[in-house]
């Protein structure tokens, strides 16, 4: 538990993995808008494609 706690101090103190962080984040926030814009188009096509099949004769 101690070893731990001096790699965790260490961690904290270290500055040099920020900016991998920073891009971590940068990266995470990007995909989340991604996903939400290709699901929400993928739910405008579904739309159009069932009101076109509707059209269609059997």
């Not at 962080?21 to 188009?41: I, Q, W």
């Not at 405008?44 to 009101?51: G, K, P, S, T």
């Amino acid at each position: 538990m101690k070893f731990f706690l001096i790699r965790f101090k260490y961690l904290t103190r270290d500055t040099r993995g920020a900016t991998l962080v920073e891009y971590g984040v940068a990266l995470s926030l990007a995909m989340l808008v991604g996903v939400t814009a290709l699901t929400a188009l993928g739910l405008e096509i579904e739309d159009a494609i069932v009101a076109a099949q509707q059209e269609m004769p059997d």
